[in-house]
């Protein structure tokens, strides 16, 4: 059964669907700030938190079922290593040019990911989120969508190495589309955004489904799958233009809001396409902010977050990325009120 979600309610607020609205909190692979990202208790902690919208990035295990994680390779946030069933799983592969050894989801079906356990990926920064390390396990996307229609919040699923997995034999665009239908989602309206740094994959996908996609770029180097030669390129006038033929909005890094302390035309040129501004990711230790907003000269040290988002809110964005979404709702309520 379809979840109804109609206009005007606070279901269809959280997720964009009226004007006019609060900018979206969108909680980057949960509360990953406090808990170690991607898991159940991350989703869970940035929805306690007040976010709109929860982010899992999507890949697909061997047996093509889709599971959270940022990435395919995951030593870095599971205690693979630890298992020693799964030793002979280590291997060197090339994903969208860059050579990286490890163990990587399209080589586990779901029940022996299941197996794992999810550590937080930045103990350096985030000494305190090892305290969840082997307590959770990998969350498949069903999960995902469930806890999220238990709270009435929004998704933003973000294909990972699109090209690269359907050049495998494993088209996650497919089993993405199929999954949301399943959930009822298959119209501007859902609840959900589905975002992707490739460009062909997203045109793909809007000729599969009527859910609003989101282009996102970074401040340096092209998308993987090459159909455009830059992601500078892309946020010209000319490149904001084409980006609206087929997506709902950008989701650019949030670097590219800036030139030193002055804004840059993006958020501007952009609405001018027609399209919403989603940056990313607002993070609260002093390594991840603008310079202007670092507190301390201690990497791991909380900066000023509350004012870089609200200088980006200054700037008319339509919602933003963040690791902590509490800090997120609280430069929000700060600035809109």
Known sequence: MALAVAPGTALAQKAGMTAPTRPLIIAHRGASGERPEHTIASYTR????????????????????????HENEISETTDVAQHPEFAGRRTTKTIDGQSLTGWFVEDFTLAELKTLRAKERLPQLRPGNT??????????????????????????????????????????DTLLVAQLRAAGWDSPAAPVFIQ???????????????????????????????????????????????????????????????????????????????LKVHPWTYRAENVFLDPRFRRGDQPATHGDLVGEIRAALGQGIDGFFTDFPAIGAEARARETK
Not at 46 to 69: F, Y
Not at 132 to 152: M, N, R, S
Request: charged residues 20%; aromatic residues 6%; proline residues 8%.
């Open 46 to 69: 940035a929805i306690e938190q007040g976010a709109d919208v929860i982010e899992p990035d999507l890949v697909p295990t061997k047996d093509d079922v889709l599971v959270a994680r």
């Open 131 to 172: 305290a969840w390390d082997g307590k959770e396990a990998i969350p498949t996307f069903a999960e995902v969508i469930a806890l999220a229609k238990q709270h009435h919040v929004g998704i933003y699923p973000e294909t990972k190495h699109p090209t690269y997995f359907r050049s495998i034999g494993h088209p996650t």
């Open 196 to 274: 992707s740094f490739e460009v062909d994959n997203l045109k793909r996908l809007a000729t599969m489904t009527k859910i609003r996609l989101i282009q996102l770029v970074a401040a340096k180097g092209a998308p993987a799958d090459g159909a455009a030669p830059s992601y500078a390129a892309m946020v010209t006038p000319e490149g904001l233009r084409a980006v609206a033929r087929y997506a709902y909005g950008l989701g650019p890094e949030k670097a590219m809001l800036w030139s030193g302390a002055t804004a840059t035309p993006l958020v501007h040129d952009s609405h001018a396409a027609g």
